[in-house]
């Protein structure tokens, strides 16, 4: 298969399809009560997951703090940090055909997490941050012939070029762009405008458009 969905469309896999999607933002605890978060509603993900789910699929759905209710027909995870998010993906990666990276993962968290709330001392604070796991890029490098990975890329900032060196360095098939500059779209909103970018050259864009018709685009494409 040179074409990312080619083999699935063909025939390649003769079994259920099994999809794997991480949705939503991820929390970086500082101490018990506090983290380091961003503004992802999971809206994307949860579509994509609904749309696999209606094509029959089988949908692992590994997901950070939403305020979603779970897709009818996949299986939820629910997770916390990067590192729980990993944790939960790496075997469902094995598992699956489609993997499709959605979450909004924190890419720094605190270097400790402090047992007890932290107490304010009239001083600055200052936030010793370490890297988290790229799950995506360490998921793509084990990839297995035929396998399929998805990523997004939100940019506020020369959007096509940044999803294309992700969708290389990812080792992707795929990468969705998406402008989270724009107010009403993207992240936690209800619609999204997206570039679809396919490592043989692919380049699709579709929207504005209401979140569960974007999902339906992409998993539409993947599997032209
Ligand atoms: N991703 C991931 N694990 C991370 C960071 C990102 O799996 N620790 C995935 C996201 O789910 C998304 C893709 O990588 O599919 C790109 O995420 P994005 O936040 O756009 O890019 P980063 O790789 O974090 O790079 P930067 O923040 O520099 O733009």
Not at 17 to 30: D, Q, Y
Not at 41 to 61: E, H, N
């Amino acid at each position: 298969m040179d074409t990312a969905g080619r083999g699935i469309m063909s025939g390649v896999v003769s079994h259920r399809l099994r999809c794997l999607i991480t949705a939503g933002p991820t929390r970086e605890h500082l101490d018990p009560v506090r983290f380091l978060s961003n503004g992802s509603s999971g809206k994307m993900g949860y579509a994509l997951a609904a749309s696999a789910v209606a094509r029959d699929w089988q949908v692992d759905l590994v997901s950070g703090p939403v305020a979603l209710p779970p897709p009818p027909g996949a299986t939820v995870v629910d997770v916390v940090s990067a590192e729980d998010m990993f944790r939960a993906c790496a075997p469902l990666f094995d598992l699956c055909d489609l993997f499709i990276a959605v979450a909004a993962v924190a890419d720094y968290r605190p270097s400790a997490i402090a047992p007890e709330k932290l107490k304010k001392t009239g001083g600055p604070l200052r936030l010793d941050l370490v890297p988290t796991v790229d799950i995506l890029r360490t998921l793509g490098e084990r990839k297995r012939p035929g396998q399929v990975v998805v990523g997004f890329a939100a940019e506020t900032l020369d959007l096509e070029a940044n999803a294309r060196r992700k969708l290389t360095e990812k080792n992707l098939d795929w990468i969705v762009a998406n402008d989270v500059s724009r107010s009403g779209l993207g992240m936690n909103a209800d619609d999204n405008a997206v570039l679809l970018l396919g490592r043989n050259g692919e380049r699709i864009s579709f929207g504005p458009a209401p979140k569960f018709a974007v999902a339906e685009f992409i998993l539409g494409q993947l599997m032209r």
